[in-house]
Every structure is written in structure tokens, then in C-alpha cells.
């Protein structure tokens, strides 16, 4: 079985191109701030195609593609969700429930289950975050999927994407919606200033704002050592307050985007509470892979691995209905192609 959390086939080209879109820490002072990607690129990288697509793979494609605008037409995808609702999934929530980490749980009715929840240091601290495995066919994608910090868990944060060797944060949310708090701002702002954390100092090296994202590149340092790391933040930011996004043009882009930058560790994703847009970006993630692969998929069955490692993925049928719109646009689109 593969695991997808190591380099890719043409990891040192994005390792190449990572480096130099980042100006030189000594020169943040007086460093323009460099181009990373194009809209041009963008829209490349939003054209899924097959490995293979020969006639009966396009025969293959068309039918999965009926099937799947039929089971939307007919509202069968409406049961599904509900049918996702009444499983039971049992597990426990012990960590998340003592006291000493009530604190650090932004809702507190979504914690991670015990089992799958990410242990901080050797003391095996707590986090509301949760480990991801999602097998199709002969392979595996790992994530972590984590509630956006709190004031007093930024530390925390930072350090589970060290520890995990993680080099990409996919953040879908915006700090403030509606007038309410959704994620601190965890971040540095500043290419002049720092981050200053207890063990780690962070700096903006590089940032891109597109039209539906936005990319910032930074460089964290361990205080005690000096060790550099970089990771690369990726925003959306045209997720609508309320429901989903208008058009799925821009999400596509924007997963496609996350899944070419991964280098190293399992893709670090949150939202708010780290479940329901989590959960969208997740399952389209998979999809995506599995139509360049030539594999085939169940939107349900990725749903329900979801929830067996982190409760509540997904939280609305209006999000489990953006999933199926996402792809159907996508395979739409793919069959149009000469």
C-alpha cells in the first residue's frame, strides 16, 4: 500500500520552486515580494485528466458520470447523508473531556476521538486534532485534520506540524464570519516582524493573494537549535458565511493547488471546529486522485472512513451535496476534452 505523505515523483522540482519563491531571511527587510504561482498554472492544474484515457476509460468515465448525476437528480445522495447519520460510530472521548483540555476545545461538543487524536511531545499532549487515513484501492491519504487554534493553543499548533513533519497547512476559513470568531489569527503578518512563540519564531518570507486564496510561506526556526522549517499556508477565502460556495471553479483550484505543493507529513487541514469544510476538502481531495489514477471511488464509503477517525466530517447535506457538484463539474469538464 502507498502511502501519500512522502515527496511525489516531481517533488524536487516543487522543492526547487518552494525555495525560490522564498526571499532570504537576511534580506526580509528590503526583499520584494516574489510571484508563486500564475493564474495560467491555476488553471492547468484544474484540468484533471486520467493517466490513462482511452476509449474505455472515457466509456468508464461517462458511466460513473450518469450514475453519479442521477443519484443527485433523484435526490439519492439526500438518503445517503441521512444514512450517514445513523450510523453508529462508537469511540471514546476521554482526553478531549478532562478538564485540564476543556480549554483548548473550541466547540465543545466536537473532540477527537481517543484513538486517533495527535499526541503533542513525549508527554502526548493534548490537541483537537485527529489523524486521517483514507484507503482507495492500493492507496492511503493522510491527513490531519485539526480545529482552528485557539489563543491559547497556537503553540500547540505549530508544534503538531513540526512534530509531524508536515510542509502544507490548507486553512478554510476566514478568521472572522458574520461577526463571529472562527480561527485565531495564528499567523505572522508582518515580512519585518516575526512570530514569537515559547520555542519557535516564525517568519513571512513570501505571500501571494489570489482570488480565491491565499498562499504565505514561512520560515519557522527552534529556538534552542536554530533548525529552520518551511511550510507553506494555503487560505481559502470565498467560503460564504452560510452554506457553500457559489461556484466550485475556485475550490477545485484551490485543492488541486494544496495536493501539487505536498511535500512531506500528512496535509494539515482545518476550518472552524476542523469538520465540516475539513470534511469537503478531504473527500475531493481523494476523488481528485482517483480520477488521475484511473481508480474508482464512493463519494459514502470516503465519508463514513472519515467519521470513523474524526466524528461529524461533514457536517451538512448541503456540504455533501458541494462534493458531488464538485465532481461532476470536474468529470463534466474532463469529458468535453478532445
Known sequence: MTVKDYKSDDSVTEDLNFREALPSSSQNKTSKIHKIVTEGELNQLAQIRPLIFNFREQSALKDCLKMLEKKVAEYDIIQEFMDLEFKNLPGEFIFGNQPSNREKNRYRDILPYDSTRVPLGKGKDYINASYVRIVNYEEEYFYIASQGPLPGTVDDFWQMVLENNSNIIAMITREIEGGIIKCYHYWPTSLKKPLELKCLRIFLENYQILQYFTIRMFQIVEKSTGTSHFVKHLQFT??????????????????RYVRKSHLTGPLVVHCSAGVGRTGVFLC?????????????????????????????????????????????KVLQKLLTLD
Request: glycine share 4%; with cysteine.
Open 284 to 328: 475531493v481531495d481523494v476523488v481528485f486522485c482517483a480520477i488521475e489514477k484511473n481508480y474508482s471511488f464512493d463519494i459514502m464509503n470516503i465519508v463514513t472512513q472519515m467519521r470513523e477517525q474524526r466524528p461529524g466530517m461533514i457536517q451538512t447535506k448541503e456540504q455533501y451535496h458541494f462534493c458531488y457538484e464538485i465532481v461532476l
Open 238 to 255: 470565498k467560503w460564504p458565511d452560510h452554506g457553500t460556495p457559489a461556484s466550485a471553479d475556485g475550490f477545485i483550484k484551490y485543492v
